[in-house]
């Protein structure tokens, strides 16, 4: 099967013709660096199938970043019949810098110019004749976005696969041509492949080919003694760098007609783009809207009473009044947000299963029967506490995809950057952070974009801060069972205020390495922001699709398999036979590690079943589903007759009236699973990101930072609730002494620090 590699800058469309071509699951973004490993499909619709793979998108073949090195090794090592250079029609000079190192590698080259949609709707034109016979390969014009002409691109690229094509190069420079010459020469005598890219890096002082190379540098050194150029003096990459703009610029710039001549008199005519960008990008306006949004967000995903108008809309919702979906739509308070009635839906659908099934197992094996209690408190109770959440999931990651996908996220990623860069972040940092709120391995991977080590590091810790979906239904059930038991109101202001607090203690954890541990200058950010334009309707299923998909394929095995668990030793005694969970396997587990959450407010001054807190915090450690799932197998136990209803929530309900926890207890229990170690997945992704001996001390960061964390909040929410203000006392004076510490100590390493550079 022939094999095309996609590459091109970032956000110049190319994932978006990936995902058309091969109608792949490859995440679609508008910022640089959200394809960090390469990602293959298929193509179908020409006489053969043809395997697509999606390269990072990268500015130049030099090794600066990870995802460079990525791109070119895999041009250059595993050659590809054919690359399809990917250029925004809009910034055409800028790209066509890759282009010229890509014509210099011995592979089959197609241009394919993209977002001509867009240029076209300025009133400017291509003429791609002109630009094919400069560069001296196909080209072809393309909207990956609307899919036009994709199909005459495929056919052009397969025509180019079935010749060979040498590499050519655009340097002008005769001295350098002749160096170059030189060198080639050289590389084809040891009969190295690709001569002529080689030759050039190797002048270029590029990093991977000296260590390579070594014996050829003589040659080029002699070259740099004679050289004394006006501007860049002997560094032979700028000036390399420096031919390769004049020729683009030279032979390139006529190659779009404008609609309108230019006159100089005449000012650039404002974007529609550049006139929002001047309120969704003010440094004070930009932050406060952000906020806004993601609140709107969050209460059209979890909000019971979306327009607090129920009496006027009460009548207007179907009722299903007797029904298993009664209260679907509505409730006093309110019309449901559209997340709470996907929510309602799947629980009560669920709940009938549970009971159908119950019922039909009672009759045939008897009441009581073992099988009934694994199958239905064990089996299906946790694993339907988990799908009951899983359109609450979608919902929430269908309006971050129409962020992401207008051009928006890329717009917080600036404005964020003014205030990352005082805590020791550049605004690239914010790109995998963000990522972290779908999942944090792909997150983590993200951080091969930073240049430094110690801004890595400070990264990776802090992005389990950002509650992934697996945290959500921790989130929604925990908060709906505190609404429920003590009266609160609204599901979805405790759920945003949940997340807020995970981004400022991310902030906090980040400002303390930076300027302690992880010392470092912030490495400048700079970002082309794309123009806006509306999401693409498949790319958004796509990006679903691979979610649900995902969520449900972890449903239907770690957490199953862990429920499954979980019910035999909350069900068996260390002699191996049934007894009450009181005196289980689980039972004697929980009580033995239970004191130690005592400082935040879910250890030893709740009741007898208070352990369970303790045994789901442990459990999701291996996947963070599994806590509400361990709450799902053992609530059943706890309650005699019950039957899983209204999953999730009403487990909640269930632990906290049987355990005596408070509501601060309640919320400190969400903030310490936000915070601490995240699940085995993410943990793997950690350690392989990260260098050898810092994992260790990242899983004593994630541990010390949840239970710091969580006391606190436990400490400060307990200021409002006499009963365990016994408890707030001795909690709030660990937590100032930690923080007395905390600060001696990083005083302490500063000026240790500054002795060594004096």
């Known amino acids: 099967m022939k094999r095309f590699a996609l590459a091109g800058n970032p956000n110049c469309g190319k994932t978006t013709l990936f995902n058309n071509l091969t109608g792949s699951t490859a995440h679609v973004g508008n910022w640089p660096g959200v394809t960090v490993e390469k990602k293959d499909g298929v193509y179908k619709k020409l006489s053969e199938p043809i395997k697509i793979i999606d390269l990072p998108g990268i500015y130049s073949l030099s090794p600066y970043t990870s995802e460079e090195v990525i791109s070119r090794n895999y041009i250059l090592d595993e050659k590809p019949d054919c690359v399809i250079n990917i250029v925004d029609a809009t910034n055409l000079e800028r790209n066509l810098y890759l282009t010229t190192q890509l014509l210099e590698i011995d592979v089959p080259v197609v241009v394919a110019v993209n977002m001509m949609d867009v240029l076209e709707k300025n009133g400017d034109s291509l003429d791609e004749k002109v630009l094919e016979k400069k560069l001296g390969v196909p080209v ?50 040891k009969k ?33 003694q004679t050289l004394h150029d006006e501007t860049f003096g002997n560094d032979i990459e700028a000036i390399i760098a420096d031919e390769r703009y004049n020729y683009i610029s030279k032979n390139f710039s006529k190659v779009i007609v404008h609609s309108e001549l230019a006159d100089e008199k005449k000012e650039v005519k404002e974007t529609k783009s550049d006139r929002i960008d001047k309120v969704l990008t003010h440094k004070v306006l930009g932050l406060l809207i952000f906020a806004v949004i993601l609140f709107f967000v969050f209460h059209l995903t979890f909000s019971e009473n979306l327009f607090f108008l129920g009496g006027l809309f009460k009548n207007a919702a179907p009722s299903f009044e007797g029904s298993i979906y009664e209260g679907l739509f509505w409730t006093d308070g309110g019309i449901n947000s559209p997340g709470v009635i996907l929510f309602n839906f799947f629980d009560m659908s669920f709940s ?46 269908l309006f971050f995809s129409i962020m992401e996908d207008t051009g928006y996220m890329a717009r917080v990623a600036f404005i964020l950057d003014r205030i990352f860069r005082k805590f020791g972040l550049s605004g690239r940092a914010f790109i995998p952070m963000i990522m972290g709120f779908g999942c944090s391995v792909p997150a983590m991977i993200n951080t091969r974009t930073l240049a430094d080590e110690h801004e890595k590091v400070a990264t990776i810790r802090v992005i389990p801060f950002f509650s992934c979906g697996a945290k959500l239904p921790i989130l929604v059930a925990i908060a709906g069972g505190v609404c429920e038991v003590f009266g609160f109101s609204s599901v979805d202001l405790i759920t945003y205020s949940m997340y807020v607090v995970g981004v400022i203690t991310a902030i906090i954890a980040v400002l303390i390495m930076r300027h302690s ?70 039972a004697s587990i929980g009580k033995f590690i239970q004191p130690l959450f005592t400082p935040l407010g879910f250890g030893s001054q709740l009741s007898a079943f ?30 005699a007759g019950f039957e899983g209803t209204e999953e999730g929530v009403a487990e909640a309900v ?23 170690i995240p699940c085995f997945a993410a943990c793997a992704t950690a350690r392989g990101e990260l260098q050898k001996g810092t994992f260790k001390w990242t899983l004593l960061f994630w541990i010390v930072a949840s239970f710091i964390g969580a006391s606190f909040v436990y400490c400060f929410l307990s200021m409002f609730s006499v009963d365990t203000l016994a408890w707030a006392i001795p909690c709030t004076a660990v937590f100032i002494a930690l923080g007395v510490l905390t600060v001696f100590y990083l005083r302490h390493y500063e000026r240790k620090q500054d002795a060594k550079v004096a």
């Not at 014009?141 to 094509?165: G, V, W």
């Not at 239905?376 to 959440?389: E, Q, R, Y």
């Not at 269930?654 to 601490?676: E, S």
């Open 517 to 586: 541990t992880q010392r470092g200058e912030a490495a400048p950010f700079i970002m082309e922001l794309p123009q806006y334009h509306l999401p693409q309707f498949r790319a958004l299923m796509i990006h679903l699709w691979d979610k649900a998909k995902h969520f449900v394929k972890k449903a239907f095995t770690i957490i199953l398999a862990s429920t499954i668990i979980i019910w035999f030793l909350s069900n068996f005694g260390w002699d191996w036979q049934m007894c009450e969970m009181e005196d289980s396997i689980l």
């Open 352 to 397: 009938a299963i549970i009971d159908a099934v119950s019922g039909a197992m009672a009759g045939a094996l008897g009441e009581g029967h073992w099988l009934t209690g694994f199958l239905c408190d064990g089996v299906l109770s946790g694993l339907f506490a988990i799908l009951g959440f899983l359109p609450q999931i979608l919902v929430l990651f």
């Open 610 to 639: 208070g352990w369970v807190f303790a045994v789901a915090a442990i459990t999701g450690l291996i996947a963070k589903e599994n806590v509400i799932a361990t709450f799902s197998v053992l609530a059943a136990a706890i309650v």
């Open 654 to 676: 269930v632990m906290i009236t049987n355990t005596g926890i408070t509501w601060p207890g309640a919320i400190a229990f969400i903030a310490f699973n936000m915070l601490t």
């Open 192 to 224: 190295v492949e690709n001569p002529l890219f080689h030759a050039i890096k190797l002048v270029e002082n590029d990093e991977i080919e000296v260590k390579m190379h070594e014996e050829l540098l003589p040659m080029v050194e002699e070259f740099k």
């Open 140 to 189: 072809v014009k393309i909207s990956a976005l609307e899919e036009d002409n994709l199909k005459e691109l495929m056919e052009r690229a397969f025509e180019a696969s079935e010749k060979k094509r040498e590499g050519v190069t655009i340097l002008e420079n005769k001295d350098l041509k002749h160096l170059v010459g030189d060198v080639k020469i050289a590389f084809k005598g």
